[in-house]
């Protein structure tokens, strides 16, 4: 066997290192994207803070500097200057109605409207519009626009005399009618409140007045005729265009039933799922441990690509403004008066017990502090029965809490699903909600901060179509206290102000943590997926009034430009 001496061992290794490149360094394969002169923000630990990224085959390559960023280009690489501005990972809509909001768009859209007179207008507008239409249906109407929150149908009437309407309200727990639904569902003055939910009436005479709430709303929606499937899909495609467009590339659906499940799994197939979906899967609390085989049985027939429905959806209360959030102590203005939760207690332990054990992620809908308190006493049962495993659930909403609970969320290992926008003295707060408590348990409205401080996981959701898909609008109130559109000023209740990390990383890493995801995305980091979005400011350089007007210019999903901003060059 030939044995180089020395000379001629040094001279094959010199040989070998220029063939392989410049000093023995390989090139790096090139990448399909790389952003330079950027600030790249990375929500990891290190490298915090980078200059350039690069991308191929979905992940994230590189992350650094720009010169070594560059060394990855080949002649085929999407290079792109962003002149120092703004990288994150993309966000994640923790609890949101994707299809029913994008639906929502189509039909009579009350969102947004400032005024009764608007309401009525849009209404007239829309009748006047789709003549031919046999029931006029959308919603979205706030309830401090009307007197007591409970529209009348003698105003819908006047508008709309020939056919039936109903109208949902912008937090889904309230139906407005006409006299023409409340006359073909039977509903009359001896008609008896349903189970769970409330037939408002005229203090005198008992006649309906037009307001349905929680599941009296049912009475009359059951007639309504179905929507089609591509009426589905329609929906979730404007949904998703939205939800790019703020930079949204992963979501969980608040509440999805198989017509929903429908629409995602058709996209999904056709790789037109532009988001990442963790559907939760509607529980009829009714029905309690018996929905669990009709439950599993869709999280077989819904596992795809982009989608799974691992999460089961319990509504434990209603909402505050018309007094069917469940209350530990009566309402101010209702002396004994608690609200009423959707099920007792141990009917919710049980379910919360079967649901744990047979691998569902539970996602409750929490409004009040008795609701809360049942939710997080659920949790705990299903633990002390099953074991204390990483099951990761939460509650979303989370209005009301009393202190006591709050260290809860991270002893159980919950999330706190909060909608932070709500978290401001509007007129639903001012008018509604503090009349209502008194101003001792206000303070522990929307308490964010406290939850932050103890360690706990919080994530961030809009439950839009009831409030504006935004993320960067929820930080802001978060960060600020105080309204989107608002001056610097007085917090309210500055003792639940978090500042901007913790609030990106509700809104990344955490969302990504909820879904168990965490070691696929929500950080940039090498290996993870290519889901980033480029701001038109950097965040961490401007006043916290101005961040909710921040624009998202270009979103990525897994590396593919999924929304691109008109005013950015191409």
Known sequence: MFKPRPRALIAVLVLAGLAAGCGGRTAPPPADLILTNAVVATMAARPARAEALAAAGGKIVYVGSGREALRRRGQATRVIDLGGRLVLPSFQDSHVHLVTGGVELGLCDLNGLGTRDEVLARVREYAGAHPDAAWITGGGWDLPLFPQANPRKEDLDALVPDRPVILDSADGHSAWVNSRALALAGITADTPDPAGGRIERDPGTGVPSGTLRESAAGLVERLVPPLRPEDYIKGLRAGMALANRFGITSIVEASAGPELLDAYAALDRGG??????????????????????????????????????????IFADGVMEPHTAALLE????????????????????????????????????????????????AFEAAGRANGFRDMRHHIAHLELVDPADIPRFRRLGAAANFQALWAYPDTYITDLTLPILGPARSRWLYPIGSVVRTGAAVVGGSDWSVSSMNPLQAMQVAVTRRAPDAPPGEAWIPEEKVDLPAMLRAYTASGAWLCREEKIR????????????????????????????TRVLLTFLEGREVFRDPSFPN
């Not at 919710?348 to 017990?353: N, Q, S, W």
């Open 330 to 377: 009566p309402y101010a203005d209702r002396p004994g008066d608690r609200g009423e939760p959707l099920l007792e207690p141990e009917a919710f332990d049980a379910l919360a017990r079967a649901l744990d054990r047979a691998g569902f992620q539970i996602h409750v809908h929490a409004i009040g502090d008795r609701a809360v308190r049942m939710s997080l006493d």
């Open 272 to 313: 037109e799922l532009t988001v990442r979906v963790l559907a939760s899967l509607y529980v009829d609390t009714d029905k309690g441990v018996s929905e669990i085989p009709r439950l599993e049985d869709l999280r077989r027939r819904y596992a795809g690509t982009r989608l799974k429905a691992t999460a089961a959806k």
């Open 522 to 549: 929500g950080t940039l980091e090498t290996g993870r997926a290519a889901d980033f979005i480029v701001l038109d400011r950097d965040l961490f350089a401007i006043p916290a009034p101005e961040i909710g007007r």
